[in-house]
């Protein structure tokens, strides 16, 4: 049995936990916001990413 998963509360939790990280990035370089950034690293190990960044 697959228990009830309610996106909204997911997303609205993640987001909550996440706005509370303090960001060390000096405001004038700041294009994306830390819990975006957080959110596609995130993902992006869940997809089976292995590094993040250019190389």
């Known amino acids: 049995m697959t228990p009830n998963v309610d996106n909204k509360d997911i997303t609205s939790k993640f987001q909550e936990y996440f706005t509370q990280v303090k960001d060390p990035r000096v405001e004038r370089t700041r294009w994306h916001s830390l819990t ?20």
């Open 36 to 55: 975006d950034i957080i959110t596609i690293g995130i993902l992006a190990v869940i997809a089976g990413a292995l590094l993040l960044g250019r190389y």
